[in-house]
């Protein structure tokens, strides 16, 4: 599951005829969120668009892999197993540490933070080789329950070995964010020569089946699912592809290569969906005082929970809306998870029970996706 934008020829091979073809992400197959017929269009586009998105503010953990024992074994074409780990030199993790920096850099509002145990990651890396470059997108990989000792996301092949392969982690880390890839933008115009691409695709170095190439190159996602109606070519979420492959647009017919790096459209993207914070905008929910969210869908209201008494507590939203909550804990200065609820595509309001503690310090975060009168959304703990 390797990255599309690393173009450097260290990451091509070359049939017979010359031609050079590139390692592609292969992204994990998830289960598609259907929705109810009852859910109307504009409702169900908005709760597609930010549901794998994280609520802004999250501070994401990573770690790295680093047991002997951390690895699988796999069956060889001999019949014989082999073990492939998944720890990885301190260079090749440099190369991601460096990814997350470079997106955090643009002033997003989401945290990283490099941790040494599993129980406390998010995102759990591996550099397993010969398994190709991959992550979950957004909140899959906590959503679907993915276990502390398997992978969120991979790295196949060695990332030191060229300046070009930061791109390969930006990819990355970019679904993990929660965007697609580029290419599959419904909006691209984008008409493939198909058997081509089959064919192409079913050579080294990715040797992939129809299914997966149709799942990673040839299927359309669902335009609700992508920001905006343009499609960037240049994205770091694009793949590059070899002459042959698209028909149409035609400037595109002797191959495709994206310029590398962060897009300028890539860092709009992010920083509309992850703002900076503003912690001087914060305001105290009081116990039992409902405030109005007078959001627009995507935005997001965060409030400071200080409880006067050690009890249990419903902290819920009000109206009818979709909306995400996500309640953390002041643990040293750090904020922690706590718990969460989101109510998107369902006949109910989204709602915390939990027990709070007097003298400790909580924040509560709600993002909306979709309201059905604006304005008409509160929030309230009691």
């Given at each position: 599951?390797?990255?599309?934008?690393?173009?450097?020829?260290a990451n091509?091979?070359?049939?017979?005829?010359g031609?050079?073809?590139y390692?592609?992400?292969?992204?994990?197959v998830?289960?598609?969120?259907?929705?109810?017929?009852?859910?109307?269009?504009?409702?169900?586009?908005?709760i597609?668009?930010?549901?794998?998105?994280?609520v802004?503010?999250?501070?994401?953990?990573?770690?790295?892999?680093?047991?002997?024992?951390?690895?699988?074994n796999?069956?060889?074409?001999?019949?014989?197993?082999?073990?492939?780990?998944?720890t990885?030199?301190e260079?090749?993790?440099?190369?991601?540490?460096?990814?997350?920096?470079?997106?955090?850099n643009?002033?997003?509002?989401?945290?990283f933070k490099?941790?040494?145990?599993?129980d406390?990651?998010e995102?759990r890396?591996?550099?397993?080789?010969?398994?190709?470059?991959?992550?979950?997108?957004?909140?899959?990989i906590?959503?679907?329950?993915?276990g502390?000792?398997d992978?969120?996301?991979?790295?196949?092949?060695?990332l030191?070995?060229?300046?070009r392969?930061?791109?390969t982690a930006?990819?990355?880390?970019g679904?993990?964010?929660?965007?697609?890839?580029?290419?599959?933008?419904?909006y691209?115009?984008i008409?493939?020569d198909?058997?081509?691409?089959?064919?192409?695709?079913?050579q080294?170095p990715?040797?992939w089946?129809?299914?997966?190439?149709?799942?990673?190159?040839?299927?359309?996602?669902?335009?609700?699912?992508?920001q905006?109606?343009?499609?960037d070519?240049?994205?770091?979420?694009?793949?590059?592809?070899?002459?042959?492959?698209?028909?149409?647009?035609?400037q595109?017919r002797?191959?495709?290569?994206?310029?590398?790096g962060?897009?300028?459209?890539?860092?709009?993207w992010?920083k509309?969906?992850y703002?900076p914070?503003?912690?001087d905008?914060?305001?105290?929910?009081?116990?039992?005082e409902?405030?109005?969210?007078?959001?627009?869908?995507g935005e997001?209201?965060?409030f400071?929970?200080?409880p006067?008494?050690s009890?249990?507590?419903?902290?819920?939203?009000?109206?009818?809306?979709d909306?995400?909550?996500?309640?953390f804990?002041?643990?040293?200065?750090?904020?922690r998870?706590?718990k969460?609820d989101?109510?998107s595509?369902?006949?109910?309001?989204?709602?915390?029970?939990?027990?709070?503690?007097?003298?400790?310090?909580?924040?509560?975060?709600?993002?909306?996706?979709?309201?059905n009168?604006?304005?008409e959304?509160?929030?309230?703990?009691?």
């Amino acid at each position: 599951m390797e990255n599309a934008t690393a173009i450097d020829p260290a990451n091509v091979t070359a049939n017979g005829a010359g031609t050079t073809h590139y390692s592609y992400c292969n992204l994990p197959v998830a289960p598609e969120r259907i929705l109810g017929p009852e859910i109307h269009e504009n409702r169900a586009s908005l709760i597609l668009l930010f549901s794998n998105k994280w609520v802004n503010g999250t501070v994401l953990r990573y770690y790295f892999f680093d047991k002997e024992t951390d690895g699988n074994n796999v069956m060889l074409t001999n019949g014989t197993k082999q073990w492939r780990t998944f720890t990885t030199s301190e260079a090749e993790k440099e190369v991601v540490r460096k990814a997350f920096t470079t997106w955090k850099n643009l002033g997003i509002g989401l945290e990283f933070k490099e941790v040494r145990s599993r129980d406390e990651a998010e995102i759990r890396i591996g550099f397993m080789r010969g398994d190709g470059a991959w992550s979950y997108i957004g909140r899959d990989i906590i959503d679907l329950n993915i276990g502390r000792d398997d992978r969120t996301m991979n790295f196949g092949w060695d990332l030191t070995r060229h300046p070009r392969e930061l791109d390969t982690a930006l990819h990355e880390i970019g679904h993990t964010l929660g965007f697609p890839h580029e290419h599959q933008n419904p909006y691209a115009g984008i008409v493939w020569d198909e058997e081509a691409v089959y064919a192409a695709l079913s050579q080294p170095p990715n040797s992939w089946s129809r299914d997966k190439t149709y799942h990673n190159i040839i299927r359309k996602i669902a335009a609700d699912t992508v920001q905006g109606s343009n499609w960037d070519p240049d994205s770091v979420m694009h793949y590059p592809f070899e002459p042959g492959l698209i028909k149409e647009p035609p400037q595109y017919r002797n191959g495709l290569t994206p310029a590398g790096g962060l897009s300028e459209r890539d860092q709009n993207w992010i920083k509309n969906f992850y703002p900076p914070l503003e912690p001087d905008k914060e305001i105290e929910l009081k116990v039992a005082e409902s405030v109005k969210l007078n959001l627009n869908p995507g935005e997001q209201k965060d409030f400071i929970i200080k409880p006067k008494a050690s009890r249990n507590y419903e902290i819920r939203t009000f109206g009818s809306s979709d909306t995400v909550i996500v309640l953390f804990e002041n643990v040293k200065g750090e904020l922690r998870y706590f718990k969460g609820d989101d109510d998107s595509g369902e006949d109910r309001n989204a709602l915390i029970k939990t027990r709070l503690r007097k003298g400790r310090s909580y924040v509560l975060r709600v993002r909306l996706y979709y309201a059905n009168h604006a304005g008409e959304t509160a929030v309230m703990y009691y």
